[in-house]
C-alpha cells in the first residue's frame, strides 16, 4: 500500500463524479505497504478507500473485487466494493486500474494477546467458510510456481548460507504434496497490520491483493508466523499459548482433518519461505515509487530457520 501514482485532488474529485458517493472533501496517501497505490478517500457520503492496481494482472482484479464483495454479503467484515454509476467495480484513474471500497472502521495491532489470536482463528474459520461458495478461481499467485521464479531472481543476491538454505527449501517442499487438504479461497497475507480492531473484535479484514486458491491450512500458517511469534523482534519461535488460542479457535468453528493436523508443521515452514522470498525480491529488485517501504529479509530467514528446526 505504497504510493506510486500520485492523485490530485483535482483528478479525484473528476473520477468520483462517476460515483453517487457525494463532493470529495478529503483524501490522503496510505505510506504503508509495497504493492499497490492507495488513498484514504473522504466524501459526503462516507470514507473509503481508493486503490490504484499498480502490477496485478488486469484479468485476475475481478478474483479479489469480487471475493470482498462476496465476503462482505455472507457477514465476514471485508471492505465492501463501491460500485460505479455503471455498475462496474472497476474503473481507470491516472491510466492504472482502479477501485474505490469501503473504509472500515478499527485499528491494527502491534502486539496481540490470545484473545485477539482467538478472535482472528474464528474470523479465519468463518472467512473460509464462506468461500466455500464463491465460484471464481484463481491459483494462489505467491504459490510453489512463483517461489521458484523469483528465486531465480533473487540468487545473484544472496551469500553462499542464503542460496544453500533457499536451495534445500524449494527442495523439501517439491517433495510435499497435499491433494487431500481444504481448499478455498485463501487471504494469504493476514499479518497483524491487515486486521483491524474495535472494542476487542475484528472490525475488518483489509489488503486482499495477495488472496488466491490454496490449502485452507496455509492461510492459518501465514497467520501463526506473524502473530504467533514469541517477539516479533528477538525470538521467532512460536508462543504456545497464542498459537493454540489461534487454532483452537479456528477449529471450533472450522474442525481441522488428521491430514491438516500432520500438514501443520510444512506448512508453517511454506508460509515462511513464501515471505523470506517476496521480501527478498522487494528488497533486491525494488521498484520506483513514492513513499515505498520494502521489509527487513531477514525477519523471514529467521522464522524460517525457526520452523525448519522445529
Not at 15 to 40: D, K, M, Q
Not at 190 to 202: H, T
Request: with cysteine.
Amino acid at each position: 500500500m505504497s504510493v506510486y501514482t500520485p492523485v490530485t485532488e483535482a483528478e479525484l474529485a473528476a473520477w468520483l463524479r462517476r460515483y453517487s458517493v457525494g463532493e470529495l472533501l478529503a483524501c490522503e496517501p496510505i505510506e504503508s505497504g509495497i504493492e499497490n497505490t492507495n488513498y484514504f478517500v473522504t466524501t459526503a457520503q462516507g470514507r473509503y478507500v481508493l486503490t490504484l492496481f499498480e502490477r496485478l494482472p488486469a484479468h485476475e482484479l475481478p478474483f479479489y473485487i469480487n471475493l470482498m464483495a462476496h465476503l462482505a454479503r455472507h457477514g465476514i467484515p471485508a471492505p465492501a466494493p463501491i460500485a460505479d454509476l455503471s455498475d462496474q467495480y472497476l474503473g481507470q484513474l491516472n491510466g492504472k486500474p482502479a477501485a474505490l471500497v469501503t473504509r472500515l472502521p478499527g485499528a491494527s495491532l502491534e502486539r496481540p494477546g490470545d484473545a485477539e489470536c482467538a478472535e482472528l482463528g474464528a474470523l479465519l474459520a468463518r472467512m473460509h467458510l464462506a468461500g466455500r461458495s464463491y465460484a471464481a478461481y484463481l491459483e494462489n499467485p505467491r504459490g510453489p510456481k512463483w517461489w521458484r521464479s523469483a528465486a531465480a531472481e533473487v540468487r545473484p543476491f544472496l551469500d553462499a548460507a542464503r542460496s544453500a538454505l533457499l536451495e534445500d527449501e524449494l527442495g523439501f517442499h517439491a517433495g510435499q504434496r497435499f491433494p487431500d487438504l481444504p481448499r478455498g479461497p485463501v487471504h494469504a497475507d493476514l499479518f497483524r497490520d491487515n486486521a483491524l480492531f474495535q472494542n476487542g473484535r475484528i472490525s475488518g479484514v483489509i489488503d486482499f491483493y495477495f488472496a488466491g486458491v490454496d490449502c485452507l491450512l496455509y492461510d492459518v500458517a501465514v497467520c501463526a508466523n506473524d502473530w504467533c511469534l514469541a517477539d516479533v523482534q528477538s525470538d521467532p519461535a512460536l508462543d504456545a499459548g497464542r498459537t493454540q488460542a489461534l487454532l483452537r479457535a479456528y477449529d471450533a468453528v472450522r474442525p481441522l482433518s488428521e491430514l491438516e493436523r500432520a500438514a501443520w508443521p510444512a506448512m508453517l515452514r511454506a508460509a515462511a519461505l513464501r515471505f523470506w522470498l517476496s521480501r527478498l525480491y522487494d528488497y533486491h529488485l525494488p521498484r520506483p515509487g513514492m513513499l515505498v517501504h520494502a521489509h527487513d529479509p531477514e525477519h523471514f530467514r529467521r522464522i524460517l530457520e525457526c520452523r525448519r528446526a522445529s
